[in-house]
């Protein structure tokens, strides 16, 4: 089955700095990766994707690069804000069973200091 | 729509007991998951379905767990006999067929805290 790494688990920014968190997933069969963030006490919730024809893609301050050759994939943040705090979780997902099911990456814990 | 409800949000036993985890997707929704979070293992997939049927449940731990999805509105995830190692945050999802523009988004249900003493 696939197997996402995700680095680093925690990262601790000043507020105004860019954050990078990144992961690599196993095979090659996946073609679709979300972003979840999960506030403290919150449930996961997307806040961007990638599909595996496409290299790059942006929202206001995140973004999101793929390297299918690599299969690596990253989150960008910059200008982080202390609102930024959260946990962090990359996903693989390829087809099966009628539908894109994840295979979710440990999660990263990403702290913005004011 | 209210989203993902589960019940309950908080789950208190002691070893050796049943417990039932309750979860109603989002109306229109056709796909159900199951996951567990902890600190050590991070988010796992238990289960899913597709149509209320059962399409993989690889990722149930042991033969403890079992779920069921009797109709499109109610799934239950029940532990029995429940354990100390299964204490976690076990969390609800469903995301809308594949064609609806939403391309597989998972709707998470708030989640429901199990301690088992």
């Known amino acids: 089955g696939e197997n996402v790494e995700q680095h680093p688990s925690t990262l601790s920014v000043q507020e105004g700095d860019s954050a990078v968190i990144k992961c690599t997933y196993s095979?090659?069969?996946?073609?679709?990766f979300p972003w979840y963030k999960q506030e403290l006490g919150k449930r996961p919730q997307l806040i961007i994707d990638?599909?595996?024809?496409?290299g790059e893609k942006k929202d206001q301050r995140i973004a999101v690069t793929l390297n299918k050759t690599a299969k690596h994939f990253s989150l960008h943040i910059t200008e982080t804000q202390p609102e930024d705090s959260a946990v962090y979780f990359c996903?693989?997902?390829?087809?099966?069973?009628?539908?894109?099911?994840?295979?979710f990456g440990r999660g990263t814990s990403l702290i913005v200091h004011p | 729509d209210a989203g993902v409800i589960q019940s309950p949000r908080h789950e208190v036993t002691e070893m050796g007991q049943e417990v039932t985890l309750r979860c109603k997707p989002i109306?229109?929704?056709?796909?159900l998951f199951w996951y567990r979070q902890t600190m050590m293992r991070g988010l796992e997939l238990l289960i899913y379905?597709?149509?209320?049927?059962?399409?993989?449940d690889s990722g149930m731990p042991e033969d403890r767990f079992s779920a069921k999805m009797p109709n499109a509105s109610f799934s239950t995830l029940k532990i029995q006999p429940s354990e100390p190692r299964d204490s976690a945050v076990y969390f609800c999802?469903?995301?809308?067929?594949?064609?609806?523009?939403?391309?597989?988004?998972?709707?998470f249900g708030p989640g429901t805290r199990l301690t088992v003493l």
């Open positions: 999802a469903s995301s809308p067929p594949l064609g609806t523009g939403l391309f597989n988004e998972q709707f």
């Open positions: 095979d090659s069969a996946s073609n679709y």
């Open positions: 990638i599909r595996s024809n496409v």
């Open positions: 996903a693989a997902s390829m087809y099966g069973g009628g539908s894109y099911i994840p295979t």
């Open positions: 109306s229109g929704h056709d796909y």
């Open positions: 379905f597709n149509n209320n049927v059962p399409i993989d």
